[in-house]
């Protein structure tokens, strides 16, 4: 075991690992942080806690992070690259592990373009790949990036985000390849709603290998509407919702739609367990969370192994 990390525990017992996502408020309000994260105790292996999502401005997640290690609870942290350079990274890890957080994911963020600070100057010091194996090394080797000795090294276990589903699509393997170069241990991957083209994907990955390699664990988001699916389908950068999944939830009376996209959310997780090389689920359940419970009972994903 390289870490004590719940998440890593679970994986190597061969179980199905769950993590599931909160999303920090804008604002002060730690019962907020506690609300989202206690509908997910019992239920799910880590929950990630995102790090300024969408650009926006909101409660830092190392912040909120302590808040649900507080509850007993095992958050994973997500950082960016868009906001800090290597310094305030490394200072944040060994801030979060003095914490008992030993999780992360590492992201390059999205661009302040889309949120609500454009006029934001974007950091990128290094990429989400070079973050990775500065975590590593960290980990592995005990030493700062810059090469000095860490008096207590961070012992990490680390994730990162793969879509793949954004073009040019042939280069998605090989990015993860990099990625699992630099020394990831687990993936998380964009939501999933072309099935047949994320079972393309992971073809490729098992040409190379690299699902032997890393913990793949596939995103799950579950659909309210109709007008949440067409938004996804041609306002997100990076989404892949086919015509038929559109359609479907259309096909529906409105009160009635919220119900169906969870079908098909079960449905999804039903034919994804069938897929070799997938070790998990990601369900990220936007400003839904009390949604999780219900999908990960339908799932088959109930109850959760005790490690």
């Not at 889309?114 to 990429?127: E, L, R, S, T, Y």
């Not at 393997?173 to 241990?185: E, H």
Request: hydrophobic share 40%; net charge neutral.
């Amino acid at each position: 075991m390289k870490t004590d990390s719940r998440l890593e525990r679970i994986l190597a017992s061969g179980n199905l690992a769950v993590t599931s996502e909160c999303g920090p408020p804008r604002g002060t309000l730690a019962e907020k942080v506690r609300e989202k994260a206690e509908m997910l105790r019992g239920v799910v292996d880590g929950i990630n806690v995102t790090d300024n999502q969408t650009a926006m401005v909101r409660m830092s997640s190392l912040a909120a992070c302590i808040l649900i290690r507080n509850m007993g609870l095992t958050p994973i942290l997500q950082m960016v690259t868009r906001d800090r350079n290597r310094l305030a990274m490394q200072s944040d890890i060994l801030g979060a592990y003095a914490h008992g957080i030993d999780t992360m994911l590492c992201l390059s963020g999205d661009h302040p373009h889309f949120g609500d600070h454009p006029m934001a100057a974007n950091v990128h010091d290094i990429d989400s790949i070079q973050m990775l194996d500065m975590v590593r090394a960290m980990r592995d080797e005990g030493r700062f990036q810059g090469g000095e000795k860490i008096d207590g090294p961070p012992r990490m276990f680390i994730g990162a985000a793969a879509n793949p589903f954004a073009d040019p699509f042939e280069l998605r393997v090989s990015r993860l390849a990099k990625k699992v170069k630099a020394g990831v241990d687990f993936i998380q991957t964009q939501c999933i709603y072309n099935v047949p083209k994320f079972e393309k994907w992971m073809e490729g990955v098992r040409e190379r290998g690299l699902h032997e390699k890393v913990a793949i664990l596939a995103g799950i988001t579950p659909m309210k509407s109709v007008g949440m699916a067409r938004y996804m389908k041609n306002k997100v950068p990076g989404m892949d919702v086919p015509d038929d999944v559109v359609k479907r939830m259309g096909g529906v009376p409105k009160e009635k739609q919220p119900e169906e996209g969870i079908r098909i959310c079960i449905e999804t997780i039903e034919r994804l367990k069938e897929v070799e090389g997938v070790k998990g689920f990601h369900i990220m359940a936007i400003e839904w969370e009390q949604k999780v419970p219900e999908i990960m009972e339908r799932g088959g994903l109930l109850p959760r192994p005790q490690i």
